[in-house]
């Protein structure tokens, strides 16, 4: 009944499939296997689409009453037992596969192997609800008050680029020495930083951009290609900068730090499991 009920969700036996990692004909089966038990029709099958018979849509209704009961049994159980149980759909950016947050993900899965988590990489926004998602990691600052969050730390930024570019040009002393630098920038972010002087001078610094890039990888690819400056987080760029590869440049200015957040709906298909996921996170305080 739960996989009638993905079929008609996903509007296809593909869709389903991938819900549940197993076969589109292995979905079909099942159905049919479901269709004979009742003795009538549930689904009308064309080559292009499925839709519900008058039969099929009653007993939809009912089987979504069950799996919605099912669910409030199991956030029951998650409330109350030492061992959470169930599986989560988390979105996370691509550049922080190997962040110490990547690291306490790791953490939460040893330590409670009756849950399940599936993590999509992605330096693009995610739509939560559309696309399924329990719970999202996000970097920035967060304007969206529909949802639930938390602050789970913060990464200094920093203004990069490769050695052998840096000696290219001189040496910058001001904010406004780099505006005739080229530039490698991050899409998802703004091409105007705000810059701080440690006694309080502000500068809002615009680069030339001659490339922009929706990856943090595809980034510092480039800028080890000797293509511009860019601005990533500390943590990013350490080795690289221990190195030599890469140089900091105006160290005595700094940016405003990035903030990392857990956000989630709050009709969580597994609010309790994804509280508790992030209250499990949230322990680490600095990202």
Known sequence: MAIFASVVDEGSFRG?????AVAPSRISQTVSDLEEFLGTTL????????????????????VKDMLRSVEAGMNSLNAVIAKPIGDLKISMPSFMANSELAVLLADFIRQYPQVSINIVYTDRPMDLIEN???????VGW????????????????????STNYAKTRPQPQYPQDLETWDWVHFAQRSEVVELTSHTGEQIKLAGRSR?????????????????????????????LLKSGEFVELLPEWHMPSLGYYAVWPDTSRRENLTQFMVRFLAKQQSI
């Open 43 to 62: 689904l009308h099958r064309t080559t292009r689409k499925i839709s519900l018979t008058s039969e099929g849509r009653v007993f939809f209704e009912s």
């Open 142 to 161: 967060l304007s969206d008050s529909s949802m639930m969050s938390r602050k789970l730390g913060e990464s200094d930024r920093v203004l990069v680029a």
């Open 132 to 138: 399924g998602f329990d719970l999202s990691i996000r």
């Open 211 to 239: 490339l922009k890039v929706d990856s943090i990888d595809a980034l510092l690819h480039f800028v080890r290609q000797d293509l511009g400056v860019t601005i990533v987080p500390r943590y990013l760029v350490e080795g």
């Open 16 to 20: 389903a499939a991938k819900r549940f």
